[in-house]
């Protein structure tokens, strides 16, 4: 179970990625085989996901069953879910069953693997997948001041026809709330007042959901995050626009983002347009220039969109918006505007920020452009004479091995990368050999989780060591 929770936490941003790719290309089969193989929690989810899509459930169990075994609670969680797809409701509702809720051997092997609240959720879930609704409140209900829960009993009841019981309950914890929001426990409950809303909306009380939360509002009944930005949805998606306006004037860094797209979804793009240009003129806090330059992108103003935020683009320091423009325009196929604009820079931003971000920045422009070539050229030119040029470039080896894929020189590429040690390299690797339909290579290519393991032990002794040095000989070690 440590192994599965490691790959989650370590390898969420990778595997994924890699596996969702796999399964678009056809490449089922290898993920079932890494599942079994290999022990990739990933690998295991994208097979089920891909067995399940056609109606191969059997299959399916058999892939997470010996992760369901381990008692861990995600696991748990997708082999109710296979189960219920299955058309086996009994058997997912034992396995999804809480810890102590029942004498069952299913609950008594779930014990002490997950946290109560994300028990409680799952199997009301499944409740609710069952025809259930009811009793899926019944579980629901004792756990509420846990704000997973409570956003359960919100989300798992729409359309189930029991809102009226739902706000009964929802209606104590928000009165206790709004008497004391800050004391005891009752300061975790500041989430109530938007459920509260929500159940209230979708029920036909629009109305009385604007004004019970817009009075919350008012009367600043916020907690860790507020509540203006699920107000001003609400706001928003009744058209309530003069006082989606008004809530702007006074909460301008929740609200107004909300507001300039109610009146673009509304056809008033310009009356949005004008109200940021103010705001920019006034000189009012909150990222205006941003909102403004991505409303005129949306309007298909990119020139004038890059106009409204070419004002920061040499600024030093926080409020840049050169990236976010670089960004924009190659959304929208404006690569060469995009290169040209990193190269527009002033000299004393370029001293900077160009080896720093801007120049990787446009190699990987260059890339999506077709001018990989070029880009390698470039490359190729940094001095080599004192490494120090050569060694700011970051991921040198990774970046000249993308260039080399998109220009073509797929060989190359691969064999830089099988040269290169570590989970970067071989997630490149992968994704190169995706693209060839060599899905099984592909898996192999990224290192197992023992392998992923011992590299993420080098790289923090390496961190160590090298902060020790840099304690020893005074800071940053100079």
Not at 191 to 202: D, P, T
Not at 269 to 292: F, N, Q, T, V
Request: negative net charge.
């Amino acid at each position: 179970m440590d192994d599965l929770q490691w790959q989650v936490t370590n390898l969420g941003g990778v595997l994924p990625r890699i596996v969702d790719e796999v399964l678009d290309g056809g490449g089922l089969e290898a993920l079932v085989g890494a599942a079994e193989e290999r022990g990739d929690w990933f690998c295991a989810e994208g097979a089920v996901r891909g067995l399940c899509a056609a109606g191969e459930f059997g299959r399916a169990w058999a892939v997470v069953e010996p992760f369901v075994g381990t008692g861990w609670r995600p696991a748990v969680r997708v082999g109710a879910d296979v189960l219920v797809r299955w058309g086996r409701i009994e058997q997912a509702l034992e396995l999804s069953r809480p810890a102590g809720t029942a004498g069952t051997e299913a609950a008594e092997g779930n014990a002490g693997t997950g946290d109560l609240a994300a028990a409680v959720r799952d199997h009301a879930e499944v409740l609710v997948r069952a025809g259930r609704a009811e009793e899926a409140v019944d579980v629901l209900a004792p756990h509420l001041r846990d704000r997973r829960v409570l956003g359960a009993l919100v989300e798992l009841t729409e359309g189930q026809g029991c809102d009226e019981r739902v706000l009964e309950l929802l209606a104590r914890l928000a009165d206790e709330f709004r008497r004391s929001p800050g004391r005891g426990g009752s300061g975790g409950l500041w989430e109530v007042l938007s459920g509260q809303a929500r159940v209230l909306e979708r029920s036909g009380r629009a109305d009385e959901a604007i004004r019970q939360f817009g009075a919350d509002v008012a009367a600043r009944r916020y907690g860790p995050l507020n509540n203006v930005e699920s107000y001003a949805d609400l706001l928003a998606r009744h058209g309530r626009i003069e006082e989606l306006r008004s809530l702007a004037d006074t909460e301008s860094r929740a609200a107004a983002p909300r507001y300039v797209r109610a009146l673009e979804d509304a056809g008033r793009a310009g009356e949005a347009e004008a109200y940021l240009r103010g705001l920019i003129a006034a000189g009012k806090p909150g990222w205006h220039e941003s909102m403004l330059m991505e409303l005129l992108f949306r309007q298909g103003r990119p020139a004038d969109g890059i106009e409204a935020a070419a004002g920061t683009f040499d600024d030093l320091y926080d409020d840049n918006l050169l990236q976010s423009a670089l960004l924009l325009l190659a959304e929208h196929g404006l690569h060469d505007r995009a290169i040209a604009l990193t190269r527009e820079r002033s000299p004393e931003f370029l001293a900077e920020n160009e080896a720093y971000w801007v120049r990787s920045n446009r190699w990987w422009l260059m890339g999506e452009a077709g001018r990989a070539a070029e880009a390698l050229a470039e490359i190729e030119a940094l001095p080599v004479d004192g490494a120090d040029e050569v060694d700011e470039v970051d991921d040198r080896e990774l970046t000249v091995a993308w260039l080399l894929a998109q220009d073509g020189r797929v060989a190359e590429a691969d064999a830089l990368l099988r040269g290169m040690p570590g989970k970067r390299a071989g997630t490149q690797l992968a994704e190169l050999l995706i693209r060839q339909g060599r899905f099984a290579e592909a898996i192999a290519a990224i290192p197992d989780v023992a392998a992923q393991r011992e590299e993420e032990k080098r790289r923090w002794a390496k961190w160590r060591e090298a902060a020790a040095s840099g304690a020893a000989g005074g800071w940053g070690g100079r």
